[in-house]
């Protein structure tokens, strides 16, 4: 016996003509401009089955009807099933505004938008993450990782003295730059762990660790070295920052925040601030503990004169699998943010020059490369061909901290150049 089709509205035909006629459209424009007009449509097609069950009482096996038909109409198109339909009528519950669904919306994938769909409830929340997804990048399973690990909750709720010790807008972007907890998820480390330990997790995990950092930050060293009144300092964890322009220096602690751990830190940002470059920021310290007691903190960083933060880790079992695959390898973040390595190697020739510098008995406090190029040039420590080289690859190296944007055969050129100089140093030293 053949079985019967439920009766249907009476202008559901017109309807489903009407969406034929809309989808055949856009087949054509999403040649140019394919996500956004996928996004639109999904969206216009959820307005109006929202505004028919809410007009005209449609239940959800007129739905499942429609998709029959739509599918049956475009065969060649998967996204017309019953259960992506409910997602479009759901995406046109949670997004009412037309402008900021073309505006913002759609420059995030559909199966994106699926995902914040289903995980964030909260409107407020839900374009937080739009917006930096948008902004950073992510992939949808980077995307979904941070949505699990309360990223929205995390990000600006470090202790810091920001406010105080930072001009507007530096103090805002800072603070919103660092998060309480963070979540090392990735590492595995049992409740033995010693601090290099947790220092040598997170520089194995360097890829990873930089994905929880978030996005600007630049890897200068572990163990880096100061040397100060004769006597030898190693900071754990130094990074640069793309946006900030400063230094950020992390101080890695695996018990409870103590309050003389923001004098050390004091004492390093001090340190760094002398060999920044003239144009850079004030640097910037996030000491990483254990657990901390706000109120502590509080007082600790109250009268400190120096801009830093002090937050929380997490220790979980393992990184999701799912992120494994998603995560960019060493070499691929080298090749998608060449300024790390072009950075890094800023500040590896800095620190070639004031050796140089300090073996050639100049006492005269000199920062940035060109002050150092131009004193050791005065003292004939160094030859003109050097001389040469170290300007021109200084206008690549810093055009790279100031956050512009680098060709890809600038900067190999620039490393390659940079390399050869370091090693001719080293022997003028």
């Known amino acids: 016996m053949k079985r019967q089709r439920p009766e249907l509205p009476d202008r559901y035909h017109a309807f489903l003509q009407e969406l034929k006629e809309r989808i055949r459209s856009a087949q054509v424009r999403a040649s140019l401009s394919v996500n956004r007009e996928l996004l639109l449509l999904y969206w216009s097609i959820g307005r109006d089955i929202l505004a028919r069950q809410q007009s005209e009482g449609w239940g959800a096996k007129v739905i ?53 769909l289903e995980m964030v409830k909260a409107p407020e929340e839900r374009e937080w993450y739009i917006r930096h997804a948008v902004e950073s990048g992510w992939t949808r399973n980077v995307l979904v990782h941070q949505i699990e690990s309360d990223l929205h909750q995390r990000k600006g709720q470090a202790v810091t003295n920001f406010q105080r010790t930072l001009p507007a807008p530096q103090s805002e972007l800072a603070q919103e730059l ?64 793309l946006h900030l322009r400063c230094y950020v220096v992390i101080d890695l602690k695996i018990e409870e925040f ?62 999701p699998k799912r992120l494994q695959s998603e995560l960019p390898t060493n070499d691929e973040l080298a090749r998608e943010m060449p300024r790390f390595n072009l950075v890094t190697m800023r500040i590896r020739l800095e620190q070639a020059l004031h050796a140089i510098a ?72």
């Open 64 to 116: 499942d009807r429609l998709a029959q038909d739509l599918l049956q109409a475009f065969p060649g198109m998967t996204g017309f099933g019953a259960r992506n339909l409910k997602y479009m009528r759901a995406f046109a519950e949670a997004y009412p505004d037309e402008q900021f669904v073309q505006q913002v919306v759609a420059q995030l994938p559909w199966g994106h938008n699926v995902r914040i």
């Open 178 to 241: 660092l998060k309480d907890p963070y979540n090392f998820d990735f590492l595995t480390l049992g409740p033995e762990m010693l601090e290099r330990d947790l220092e040598r997790g997170l520089i194995e995990h360097l890829r990873d660790f930089i994905l929880e950092l978030g996005k600007g930050f630049a890897f200068v060293g572990n163990q880096y070295h100061l040397e100060i009144g004769g006597q030898d300092y190693f900071i754990d964890l130094l990074f640069y920052h």
């Open 258 to 319: 103590r309050p003389e751990f923001a004098g050390k830190m004091n004492f390093y940002l001090s340190a760094m601030d002398d060999r920044r470059h003239a144009n850079d920021a004030p640097s910037i310290g996030l000491i990483l503990c254990k657990e901390k007691n706000r109120i502590v903190v509080e007082y600790a960083l109250r009268d400190t004169g120096k801009p830093m933060g002090v937050a929380q880790y997490r220790l979980v079992e393992s990184l």
């Open 358 to 429: 300090t073996k050639r008995g100049l006492k005269r406090k000199m920062v940035g490369i060109g002050e150092l190029t131009t004193a050791l040039t005065s003292a004939k420590a160094l030859s003109a061909e050097i001389v040469a080289d170290v300007r021109t690859v200084s206008v690549v190296l810093n055009s790279a901290v100031h956050g512009q944007e680098i060709k890809a055969e600038e900067a190999r050129a620039a490393l390659q150049l940079g390399n050869s100089l370091l090693a001719r140093l080293e022997n003028e030293g």
